[in-house]
């Protein structure tokens, strides 16, 4: 019994996954289930003149249609965060309409839904629905929407800024330091837009009963809760008493099912207005145009370097997309998870950072896998590699030079960011060194000198980084524009036969929670695995959680389920001592069972909670059963960190670039199941290798998507990539019982700026210092030949 921490346990969930037993929303089959389609705008920039319903109604199985001008066009979906302007004005927060009324404002947004027996005859009417157009110019890029004459996406404000924000120490100290640096390194580029992709897309399904008056919506989202407060208090103002979240399983996030969507309220509004369920499931078409994207920054940076290659300072200006709506995170990505972590691993003394974030005729974007870490970890480990090339210096040296020294949290401080941050606990020097050796650093360079010499060109990119997970306090989160607490909820019940229940706000999309989760309790139980089951995704079931994303499930979750297992084991103690006729203080709890120390008198776990729901024999005052929740709400961000090393070899001819080796060495505080953990690096490096060399949303001018289906949106595939070499250190966070930090997001953080450092150390000896990501063959040839 016991003894499950740190051990490589193959996940409980997966054996249904493997029969094909899962339950996904779309298997869900309710009586008289009705299905939906939606009719989408083929412009990025419209007025709508007209809407035609008249053949569509006529067409076989069409139970209602519904367009902006029922009363569901005066709803609309909320934003969860508040990033006011610089100069104090208000954030700009443009209403998100259910469905379309007078203006279309980004390519595929929804005009009119059409709700018939059966899909085919709900697409086949959706056909028949005539929409008048009148198209509009559109800009997508960031740093043209904010171009005097640039096309307004939103007339109620004089130019696109939703708003613009900025951190650090005073520009003009920044920009005095860098006049005086002994060379400063330039960058300028664009964190392309991402689509998520996840294997299940979007599905919901709307039930509401009449008897009851009551509502449950069944989606594929990653935090139920969150849902439920959304829909019920922001935008449809149903009591939440009346409103069910069923979410089962997932089929991947990557925060993509985050985010309140605009079709979740919809249908929950048609279920009522029809009488009957309404289900939808995005097709893949859709979900290109629909789900929320990632990334879509254009940056201009310096970062000034002294003769010995010490930063002195660092100055960004950045324009971050919003798209034309703002959807339920967005605007804290680009802002306190992005602009937070610009002190990355180094002692930079002086960091100035400006956002300005406009509206374009996009979807809307908001948090993809590392949400603002990836954008932040990119441009450092890019500029500062680019730094060292410039100054002839190795990639390694430099980095050694600019480490925050090793500080435990414990008896050395956190460490004090300029960027507001206290760093929790960090080794920054150890996890490189490791995967240095790991890799053979110094006999790769002389393999990369001989391959030279043969004209063949092969390259080596390092990446150090660090990010912030498990978000902040509430009460710190609120004073920074959240409009929810960041908190989680563990209810643990003991049945009277000694298993257990628990009870997770922690919403599982692909994490492995129903392993992890049992197994440190099972652990600090001393019970079997086999005794504990996890529970989660129904807003019924589980006492208010905040759901799955920012790798907080672990650190956030777990905390509140080891606070609820502490009470159990407290309230057990004293059953146990009434039992033994002993003293609480003379007991001690280890495999399973409470000892009276120095003895071997004992009393099982099961003998305790069996006695708990039958106390006959049983301490006067206390009360009966053995079943507590806890909330954890975090002291501070935790802090991973780690290094990631790519090498690469190119194609003189062609520019193809060939991922030969990766190795990644990631510090994720103390490890609860290893191989779980290497399969999220596993996941998260393949996503971020995507980035660099494969993946990209392009509109036209005209707002146009062009890369809408995966014949022209490339995705890795399992021959993109090496077997990935995985490591770790270990620097436990001091702040949570615990000791965990996130590893959720870590691979996809770490991996792309080193695969793009090792494809210009390939190309750096024919002068190439920078590439614009994805590294296509033709951008790479295209650079070599420039």
Request: negative net charge.
């Amino acid at each position: 019994m016991g003894n499950f921490i740190g051990k490589a346990v193959k996940r409980r969930e997966d054996a249904r996954f493997l029969k094909g037993a899962g339950t996904y929303t779309d298997d869900i089959k309710l009586p008289k289930m009705t299905q939906s389609a939606f009719v989408r705008s083929p412009y990025a920039h419209a007025k709508i003149l007209s809407i035609d319903i008249t053949e569509a109604e006529k067409a076989d199985g069409v139970v209602a249609i519904f367009t902006g001008k029922d009363p569901c066009g005066d709803y609309g979906v909320p934003c969860g965060w508040q990033v006011d302007f610089k100069n104090g004005e208000t954030m700009r927060e443009p209403k998100h309409p259910l469905l379309a009324k007078d203006k279309v404002k980004h390519l595929g947004e929804a005009v009119a839904i059409v709700i018939a027996e059966t899909l085919e005859q709900a697409r086949d009417a959706a056909e028949l629905v005539e929409v008048d157009y009148e198209e509009l110019p559109a800009v997508t890029n960031p740093l043209k929407a904010m171009e005097k004459d640039a096309p307004l996406v939103h007339d109620e404000w004089e130019d696109n800024a939703a708003f613009d924000w900025c951190i650090g120490n005073d520009r003009a100290e920044v920009e005095a330091a860098l006049e005086k640096a002994h060379h400063v390194t330039v960058m300028e580029y664009r964190n392309q837009r991402l689509a998520p992709n996840a294997m299940e897309p979007r599905s919901y399904i709307a039930d509401y009963d009449v008897n009851g008056d009551r509502y449950t919506l069944y989606t594929s989202t990653q935090n139920p809760h969150l849902i439920r407060l959304l829909l019920c208090a922001f935008a449809l103002g149903i009591p939440e008493h009346k409103v069910r979240i069923v979410s089962r399983d997932v089929g991947g996030g990557f925060g993509s099912k985050i985010y309140h969507y605009t079709e979740e309220a919809l249908l929950t509004w048609a279920s009522k207005e029809i009488g009957r369920p309404v289900k939808w499931t995005s097709d893949r078409s859709e979900a290109f145009l629909t789900d929320a994207h990632g990334r879509d920054h254009v940056v201009k940076s310096k970062m000034g370097f002294d003769k010995d290659g010490k930063i002195v300072a660092h100055l960004t200006d950045e324009y971050c997309g919003m798209g034309a709506y703002l959807s339920t995170f967005a605007p804290a990505v680009p802002t306190y998870l992005h602009g937070t972590l610009f002190q990355g691993v180094y002692t930079t003394p002086l960091i100035h950072l400006n956002v300005t974030a406009p509206f374009t005729h996009t979807v809307p974007v908001d948090a993809y896998r590392g949400a603002g870490r990836p954008e932040a970890t990119y441009l450092l480990e890019r500029i500062i590699s680019k730094g060292a090339q410039e100054m002839g210096m190795d990639p390694v040296e430099i980095r050694l030079k600019n480490f925050i020294p090793p500080f435990d949290g414990v008896e050395q401080e956190g460490y004090q960011t300029q960027v507001a941050l206290q760093y929790d606990s960090g080794n920054y020097e150890r996890a490189l060194k490791k995967a240095l050796d790991k890799l053979g650093y110094e006999d790769f360079r002389k393999e990369q000198k001989k391959a030279r010499e043969e004209g063949r060109l092969l390259g080596v990119g390092i990446s150090t980084y660090i990010e912030g997970c498990g978000i902040a306090p509430s009460a710190v989160v609120g004073a920074l524009g959240a409009r929810a607490g960041l908190y989680e909820v563990g209810q643990v019940r003991v049945q009277p036969t000694g298993k257990v229940s628990v009870f997770t706000g922690s919403h599982s999309h692909g994490q492995g929670h129903e392993t992890v989760f049992a197994q440190f309790v099972a652990d600090k139980l001393g019970i079997d695995m086999a005794d504990v089951e996890i529970e989660h995704g129904d807003t019924d079931q589980v006492a208010f959680g905040m759901g799955t994303y920012g790798s907080r499930s672990l650190s956030v979750g777990g905390s509140a389920i080891i606070k609820s297992i502490d009470k159990i084991l407290e309230k057990g103690a004293k059953i146990a001592a009434h039992k033994l006729e002993a003293a609480e203080d003379d007991l001690e709890y280890a495999n399973g069972k409470w000892t009276v120390k120095g003895t071997e008198k004992s009393v099982s776990f099961g003998d305790v909670a069996l006695t708990a729901y039958v106390p006959h024999n049983y301490p006067e005052g206390l009360e009966p059963g053995l079943d507590f929740s806890s909330f954890y709400d975090p002291g501070n961000f935790t802090y991973p960190f780690g290094t990631h090393i790519a090498v690469v070899e190119v194609d003189k001819d062609t520019g193809k670039v060939e991922l030969q080796r990766f190795v990644a060495v990631d510090d994720v505080g103390n490890i609860m199941n290893p191989m779980i953990v290497d399969g999220q690096i596993h996941g998260g490096v393949a996503q971020g290798v995507g980035q660099a060399l494969l993946e990209e949303v392009v509109y036209d001018e005209g707002g146009q998507m062009i890369t809408g289906s995966y014949m022209d949106y490339a995705m890795p595939r399992a021959d993109d990539l090496p077997m990935i070499e995985t490591d770790n250190t270990v620097t436990p966070c001091p702040h949570n019982p615990l000791g965990v930090k996130g590893a959720g997001e870590a691979g996809a953080i770490g991996s792309t700026p080193a695969v793009v450092n090792a494809v210009v150390d390939a190309l750096a000896h024919l002068g190439v210092t920078d590439i614009q990501m994805p590294l296509k063959p033709q951008t790479v040839w295209k650079a070599m030949q420039n």
